[in-house]
């Protein structure tokens, strides 16, 4: 009996004398992910897209009454929110266009050869709180008769509130058109585009799909 109570007794000992079992660590919390500034947001208008379609200009100073895309004035305070490529430089200034109401595309009016007469699409990127270019959407440059032009159409083709892009570019050499191109290219996640399956491609004839005049 007496050796019973001994042992018990180096038990309980032994059994205060372990380290408690570490507490788990806690695992810290992600970072919020910067949300894209209300103020400079609210210069985009926002947009339901069926079928829009998008095409550069010839004039340094575009009216609204002739352009539907000559949007509002980036200013200096707001560039912070654009990335190197989007940003204005000596050829013209950045415009805020319009945003997609479900996919969270931007379109802009940048520089192009001579003045801010190209179209460009731009999505948010949290991570750099910037709007990152995605790729250019039209523009239209002539010289001595000779114009390049390509036209972009955000379009739904099967409805699903994911984006088709449609593309056509020419050149015009003083009436006598060449190189012509025309591509359908499919949203994909994060927010690129590539080249759509050929049962989406033909929701999108060409015939369709007219180059603005």
């Not at 379609?53 to 912070?80: M, N, Q």
């Not at 699903?160 to 949203?187: C, M, P, T």
Request: net charge negative.
């Amino acid at each position: 009996m007496k050796q019973l109570v001994v042992l018990l007794l180096i038990l309980g000992l032994f059994g205060c004398n372990q380290d408690p079992a570490p507490a788990e660590a806690s695992n810290p919390a992600p970072a919020a992910q910067p949300t894209i500034n209300e103020g400079f947001q609210n210069l985009f208008e926002e947009v339901n897209i069926v079928k829009m379609h998008l095409f550069g200009t010839k004039e340094a100073e575009p009216k609204i009454d002739d352009y539907p895309y000559v949007g509002k004035p980036i200013g200096e305070s707001e560039l912070k929110f654009l990335s190197p490529d989007l940003q204005p430089n000596e050829i013209g200034s950045v415009y805020a266009c319009y945003r997609t109401e479900y996919n969270g595309f931007y379109i802009l009016r940048v520089p192009g050869k001579y003045s801010s007469s190209d179209l460009a699409l731009a999505k948010w990127d949290a991570n750099a709180n910037q709007l990152i270019k995605v790729m250019d959407l039209a523009m239209l440059q002539c010289d001595e008769g000779m114009c390049h032009q390509q036209d972009a159409w955000l379009t739904d083709l099967d409805d699903d509130r994911s984006l088709e892009l449609v593309i056509r570019k020419q050149v015009n050499d003083n009436g006598k058109i060449s190189n012509e191109e025309f591509s359908v290219l499919a949203q994909q996640p994060p927010g690129s585009f590539t080249k759509a399956p050929d049962n989406l491609a033909s929701l999108a004839p060409q015939t369709s799909y007219v180059l603005q005049k």
